[in-house]
């Protein structure tokens, strides 16, 4: 079966939730059938479809979150939450 591309939010509109130090905290869900990155008005969800094990879930979520903001990787942190739902990423601009 194939699989669909990334469901991406417009990179300014992720940027403006980026605050003055550079953070951008987000809910992840890890296992999704979809890879999404979707703007509430209570945060940011990152939908997954890496599984929680051995780290593969943050790494999915770092790539997807550089993807949708145009940048490589290396520019994304993991700063809080590497084994809980609710993360805090710190974003180079």
Known sequence: MKRLPADLPDADALRALIDE???????????????????????????????PQEGAANTAVIRLVARAL??????????????????LLRIAL
């Not at 130090?21 to 479809?49: D, F, H, M, N, Y």
């Not at 490589?72 to 609710?86: F, I, Q």
Request: proline share 4%.
């Open 21 to 51: 130090q550079g953070r951008l905290a987000v809910r992840a869900t890890p296992g999704a059938r979809s890879e999404t990155i979707t703007i509430t008005g209570t945060g940011v969800g990152v939908k997954v479809r890496a599984k």
């Open 70 to 87: 145009d940048l490589a990787p290396s520019r994304v942190e993991l700063l809080r939450g590497a084994t809980s739902r609710e993360k």
